[in-house]
């Protein structure tokens, strides 16, 4: 065991720095859209048939994802964190699976590279924390081709039902490994009509009982493959002449630096691939070859992932989305580790893959402060928001009801929401007087505040936005009808309040302008030596005697200036403000701006009289 272990320690530190890279920050941003489907579809409440009807309407995927999940919920408790975590060992098990097909397809330095350069790939590490099911798909269509080499070299029985067992759990992954599927046949049949006279009918044989274990299990789940087929409109865009090339630029981060190093590989692979000499067109030859028999396997894959989908997109549905082709994804990295491989130079060699790793660990780190940098729809923060705010237990509308409910509406938590689109909304107030009540509009996924233009002009007549904050990619209001009482007195439980008090506040008010019985402000403020990611502002008129006080409507604003300011040493993107508050009904007397900053995470909170007054 021991000796194993000092064989393997470049393959165990590979898999040590894989499981931490996915597992530090898992739950540092919300679930998105997507992964709010995987959520409600297999909620432990459902039975097994109640998951297997959400993912029919719901889905275009085969259901064991969601079974798994299913069950891990049920046994380890109903958290994103479980989902995602879930993903990650799916994604360091997928590292050691490209190790094993490295080393089966030409040797173990080609696995170990493969495996080095796919645990700091940004594109991997981003679907190995996402509860989505790609990192499944890329798991099993590795084992399927380890187990389709290990065929194609001693074609046995047991060979050939292992590769169909890993390649019917491919597809129960994904549909899309169908294609993948597909580029198996092509192979298999290669190697049929290649093969020697008296070995054909075996081969054959055990190809078609392969293939009969694929086709047992792929049963099951035909009838949602047959439902998806019959789909004529889907809501991915059509291709573009690009397409392919800004995905293949995704799975490298974007990185200009990535891409010229990989362009220079594979121009060197095709070099020395050009040098290789003349091998017979047989079975043995070819199997004996690690050149050719890797050549043949990876474009194979490589050309009918890319091809099939394409010709589809462009006579039937479009399909053509980089999380799908994450499959590609051991093919490409295979091929760069052959490549580098082909150096003589040990000294280049490893130098190249250095210099692979340290880009790559730069690009996820440094430039795009992976951990860092909020990318994901903040579902989850604008709810507790919404939650903290919400006293009186008012309706929240949205038109996204179904996503919403997950963080609103569940066993531990329960409100009103109502699915409906903020102008419909207006329109039956518009309507029907007796409805304008107070209520709160949340939406998110590309879903920004826009509403009709006499809509807007009821909202500003009708209603006064008391609570307001725009996230990423996410936002709510609180409309509260005019003539509602909106004077507070809950600040902060300090007794004699000072200039400053609880944690110290930086903040900036760049407009502070008081004019027909309007107050305009924009500036930024933010808790000392803190992110402020998850920073509520809060905005109060405070009268000299401190009896008096209005809370202000309060629209967050992105100040990236902020963040850069600081040198980016925290991220205080969320530190806007920007306010327009009208205050007839404001006593006479003097009034002081007043900030409040409360941390949701951490708790700490601060309250500071800014020195900026008003006259009333």
């Given at each position: 065991?021991?000796?194993?272990?000092?064989?393997?320690?470049?393959l165990?530190?590979?898999?040590?720095?894989a499981?931490i890279?996915?597992?530090y920050?898992?739950?540092?941003?919300?679930?998105?859209?997507?992964?709010?489907?995987?959520?409600n579809?297999?909620?432990?409440?459902?039975?097994?048939?109640e998951?297997?009807?959400?993912?029919?309407?719901?889905?275009?995927?085969?259901?064991?994802?969601?079974y798994?999940?299913?069950?891990?919920?049920?046994?380890?408790?109903?958290?994103?964190?479980i989902?995602?975590v879930?993903?990650?060992?799916?994604?360091?098990?997928?590292l050691?699976?490209?190790?094993?097909?490295?080393?089966?397809?030409v040797?173990?330095?080609?696995?170990?590279?493969?495996?080095?350069?796919?645990?700091?790939?940004?594109?991997?590490?981003?679907?190995?924390?996402?509860?989505?099911?790609?990192?499944?798909?890329?798991?099993f269509?590795?084992?399927?081709?380890?187990?389709?080499?290990?065929?194609?070299?001693i074609?046995?029985?047991?060979?050939?039902?292992i590769?169909?067992?890993?390649s019917?759990?491919?597809i129960?992954?994904?549909?899309?490994?169908?294609?993948t599927?597909?580029?198996?046949i092509?192979?298999i049949?290669?190697?049929?009509?290649?093969?020697?006279?008296?070995?054909?009918?075996?081969?054959l044989?055990?190809?078609l009982?392969?293939?009969?274990?694929?086709?047992v299990?792929?049963?099951?789940?035909?009838?949602?493959?047959l439902?998806i087929?019959?789909?004529?409109?889907?809501?991915?865009?059509a291709?573009?002449?690009?397409?392919?090339?800004?995905?293949?630029?995704?799975?490298?981060?974007n990185?200009?630096?990535?891409l010229?190093l990989?362009?220079?590989?594979?121009?060197f692979?095709?070099?020395?691939?050009s040098?290789?000499?003349?091998t017979?067109?047989?079975?043995?030859?070819?199997?004996?070859n690690?050149?050719?028999?890797?050549f043949?396997i990876?474009?194979?894959?490589?050309?009918?992932?890319?091809?099939?989908p394409?010709?589809?997109?462009?006579i039937?549905?479009?399909?053509?989305?980089?999380?799908?082709?994450?499959?590609?994804?051991?093919?490409?990295?295979l091929?760069?580790?052959?490549?580098?491989?082909q150096?003589?130079?040990?000294?280049?060699?490893?130098?190249?893959?250095?210099?692979?790793?340290?880009f790559?660990?730069?690009?996820?780190?440094?430039?795009?402060r992976?951990?860092?940098?909020i990318?994901k729809s903040?579902?989850?923060?604008v709810t507790?928001y919404?939650?903290d705010n919400?006293?009186?237990?008012?309706?929240?509308?949205?038109?996204?009801?179904?996503y919403?409910?997950?963080?609103l509406?569940?066993?531990?938590?329960?409100n009103?929401?109502i699915n409906i689109?903020?102008?419909?909304?207006?329109?039956?107030?518009?309507?029907?007087?007796?409805k304008?009540k107070?209520?709160?509009?949340?939406?998110?996924?590309?879903?920004?505040?826009?509403?009709?233009?006499?809509?807007?002009?009821?909202i500003?007549?009708?209603f006064?936005?008391?609570?307001?904050?725009?996230l990423?990619?996410?936002?709510?209001?609180?409309?509260v009808?005019i003539?509602?009482?909106?004077?507070?007195?809950t600040?902060?439980?300090?007794?004699?309040?000072?200039?400053?008090?609880?944690?110290?506040?930086n903040y900036?008010?760049?407009?502070?302008?008081?004019?027909?019985k309007?107050i305009?402000l924009?500036g930024?403020?933010?808790?000392?030596?803190?992110?402020?990611?998850?920073?509520?502002?809060?905005?109060?008129?405070?009268?000299?005697d401190?009896?008096?006080?209005l809370?202000?409507?309060n629209?967050?604003?992105?100040?990236n200036?902020v963040?850069k300011?600081?040198?980016?040493?925290?991220?205080?993107?969320?530190?806007?403000f920007?306010?327009k508050?009208?205050?007839?009904n404001?006593?006479?007397?003097?009034?002081q701006?007043?900030?409040?900053?409360?941390?949701?995470?951490?708790?700490n909170e601060?309250f500071?009289?800014?020195?900026?007054?008003?006259?009333?």
């Open positions: 065991m021991i000796i194993k272990l000092k064989e393997n320690y470049v165990i530190a590979i898999i040590v720095f499981t890279l996915r597992l920050h898992i739950d540092f941003q919300s679930i998105w859209l997507d992964e709010i489907h995987t959520m579809e297999a909620n432990p409440n459902l039975s097994f048939s998951v297997y009807t959400s993912i029919l309407s719901g889905e275009q995927m085969p259901p064991l994802y969601f798994i999940l299913h069950y891990l919920f049920i046994i380890f408790g109903y958290t994103t964190i989902a995602r879930f993903s990650a060992i799916l994604g360091v098990i997928s050691y699976a490209i190790f094993l097909l490295g080393k089966e397809l040797n173990k330095k080609i696995g170990l590279i493969a495996s080095l350069l796919l645990c700091f790939n940004s594109f991997h590490l981003y679907f190995s924390q996402e509860a989505r099911p790609y990192m499944m798909l890329l798991l269509s590795i084992l399927s081709f380890y187990g389709l080499i290990k065929y194609l070299k074609p046995t029985r047991k060979n050939a039902l590769y169909g067992v890993f019917a759990l491919m129960h992954s994904h549909f899309f490994g169908l294609f599927l597909v580029s198996q092509l192979i049949f290669f190697f049929l009509v290649i093969s020697e006279k008296q070995n054909k009918k075996s081969f044989i055990n190809s009982l392969a293939g009969l274990v694929i086709i299990l792929f049963a099951p789940i035909f009838p949602i493959f439902n087929t019959k789909i004529k409109e889907f809501w991915i865009p291709p573009t002449p690009d397409s392919y090339t800004l995905i293949f630029k995704e799975f490298f981060g990185s200009e630096i990535l010229t990989l362009s220079l590989i594979i121009i692979y095709l070099i020395k691939l040098k290789e000499k003349d017979p067109i047989n079975y043995k030859s070819i199997i004996n690690d050149t050719i028999l890797s043949i990876l474009i194979t894959w490589i050309i009918v992932v890319v091809l099939i394409l010709i589809r997109s462009y039937s549905v479009p399909m053509i989305i980089s999380r799908y082709f994450i499959t590609l994804l051991p093919a490409i990295f091929l760069i580790a052959i490549s580098i491989n150096f003589n130079n040990r000294i280049f060699k490893y130098g190249i893959v250095c210099i692979f790793v340290i790559s660990i730069t690009d996820i780190v440094i430039v795009k992976y951990y860092k940098v990318t903040q579902f989850r923060e507790k919404i939650i919400n006293i009186k237990k008012e309706p929240i509308v949205t038109g996204l009801g179904w919403f409910s997950y963080f509406n569940n066993n531990q938590i329960k009103t929401v689109p903020l102008n419909d909304y207006i329109d039956k107030m518009r309507q029907d007087s007796t304008i107070p209520f709160w509009y949340t939406d998110a996924h590309n879903n920004p505040y826009n509403v009709k233009e006499e809509n807007q002009k009821f500003e007549e009708k006064k936005i008391l609570e307001n904050i725009n990423f990619d996410s936002w709510t209001k609180h409309f009808p003539g509602t009482d909106t004077f507070k007195s600040i902060m439980e300090i007794k004699d309040y000072q200039t400053t008090n609880g944690n110290k506040i900036g008010v760049d407009n502070f302008i008081y004019s027909n309007i305009s924009y930024w403020a933010t808790l000392e030596e803190q992110d402020a990611i998850y920073s509520n502002i809060d905005l109060f008129l405070l009268s000299e401190m009896k008096t006080i809370k202000l409507n629209g967050s604003a992105i100040r200036d963040t300011s600081y040198h980016d040493k925290y991220n205080l993107d969320n530190s806007g920007n306010s508050t009208s205050i007839d404001l006593p006479k007397g003097k009034f701006l007043g900030i409040k900053i409360t941390n949701r995470t951490t708790k601060g500071i009289l800014t020195g900026r007054f008003i006259e009333n």
